[in-house]
């Protein structure tokens, strides 16, 4: 059974910091692993995908990992900002397009 | 232009009535999706949809229909709407394989009374 976990479920740092975010997955057959972020009433932004043949993407001050033989993801995020306030959630995909997703983690970044 | 877009954002109704949502994409997907997000922030899958043809159905009562008219739309009609419905409901869509991104709608916000 295909499950992804996402530890803390709430993060609180100064701003300025660089901080990680995990996500687990038990299944490891996984095609890719997607990281998103969602502002209080809105939609999921897409920030980073890692197709299974990758190891890491990078977007600006993101940069994501994925390591499939031990089932994690990380999101590496340098010098936060009080604008990265969001909830963070992973994503696996698994065959016949089945995207499973994790419960988030809830950063706060305090100016 | 926005590229997932969900109509209406806000839906207030009474219990037993039947309520619709309408999904559209510009992207060019050939699969797109429903999830239901609950009060606990957590994002389900209900339907998946590859050209027109219905490929996952998770555990949803069947007052939930979805209904696919062409590959760029996807619209979910609700019938007999309970409190446990009360929800946001996102429409998604994504090409098939390795390289699919998800793409979200902003949300529809159920709230059954």
């Known amino acids: 059974k295909q499950e992804v976990t996402q530890i803390p479920a709430a993060l609180s740092v100064p701003e300025g910091e660089n901080l990680v975010l995990n996500c687990s997955f038990t299944?490891?057959?996984?095609?890719?692993l997607q990281w998103f972020r969602q502002d209080p009433g809105k939609g999921l932004t897409s920030l980073l995908l890692?197709?299974?043949?990758?190891r890491e993407q990078t977007s600006g001050r993101l940069n994501a990992s994925l390591d499939k033989s031990s089932g994690r993801s990380t999101l590496y995020i340098a010098a936060s900002q009080p604008g990265d306030s969001a909830t963070y959630l992973c994503a696996a995909l698994y065959n016949f397009n089945k995207f499973y997703f994790g419960s988030g983690t809830k950063l706060n970044v305090k100016p | 232009d926005t590229a997932v877009s969900q109509t209406p954002k806000y839906l207030v109704t009474q219990m037993g009535n039947d309520k619709s949502i309408k999904c559209e994409q510009n992207?060019?997907?050939?699969?797109m999706y429903w999830y239901k997000q609950d009060s606990k922030k957590f994002l389900k899958i209900m339907f998946s949809?590859?050209?027109?043809?219905?490929?996952i159905n998770e555990t949803v009562p069947n007052r939930f229909s979805p209904k696919s008219p062409d590959k760029a739309h996807l619209n979910l009609h609700i019938n007999s709407l309970e409190l446990g419905d009360s929800a946001v409901y996102f429409c998604?869509?994504?090409?098939?394989?390795?390289?699919?991104?998800?793409?979200f709608g902003e949300g529809s916000r159920l709230t059954v009374l």
């Open positions: 998604a869509s994504s090409f098939t394989g390795e390289s699919g991104e998800l793409f």
């Open positions: 890692i197709q299974s043949s990758q």
């Open positions: 299944d490891s057959a996984i095609y890719n």
């Open positions: 949809y590859n050209n027109k043809e219905l490929i």
């Open positions: 992207l060019g997907h050939d699969t």
